[in-house]
Nanobody, 127 residues
Framework: QVQLVESGGGLVQAGGSLRLSCVASGLSFSGYAMGWFRQAPGKEREFVAA????????YYADSVKGRCAISRDNAKNTVYLQMNSLKPEDTAVYFC????????????????????WGQGTQVTVSS
């Protein structure tokens, strides 16, 4: 069974930190880029961060650049998103996704570049 399972979300005060995790099972992980996206109520899903299969390249949305760090552990089939200095506008459901091109040296920042998605984890930042 193909699964991407996110965890680590929760309620945090503005200025706080969270570390999201996404564990993959039932699908190849190490040769594929991974991405994080988010969707706030009433808004479209938007790109947050992505990482190439070998961690050689990372990409961030301007809105989170300098506050978030994406990383991965291919031995654990896990991708992480460290989020610091959280703001109320970061409130959203956060999804991880697997890129659809194996051995691609970069990572896509559009959702069409991903084929498998998790169910999401809620992040709520209070002011």
């Amino acid at each position: 069974q193909v699964q991407l399972v996110e965890s680590g979300g929760g309620l945090v005060q503005a200025g706080g930190s969270l570390r999201l995790s996404c564990v993959a099972s039932g699908l190849s992980f190490s040769g594929y880029a991974m991405g994080w996206f988010r969707q706030a109520p009433g808004k479209e899903r938007e790109f947050v961060a992505a990482i190439s299969w070998n961690s050689g390249r990372t990409y961030y949305a301007d809105s989170v650049k300098g506050r978030c760090a994406i990383s991965r552990d291919n031995a654990k089939n896990t991708v992480y998103l460290q989020m610091n200095s959280l703001k109320p506008e970061d409130t959203a459901v956060y999804f991880c996704a697997r890129g659809h091109s194996r051995w691609y040296l970069g990572a896509r920042t559009d959702s069409s570049g991903y084929d498998y998605w998790g169910q999401g984890t809620q992040v709520t930042v209070s002011s």
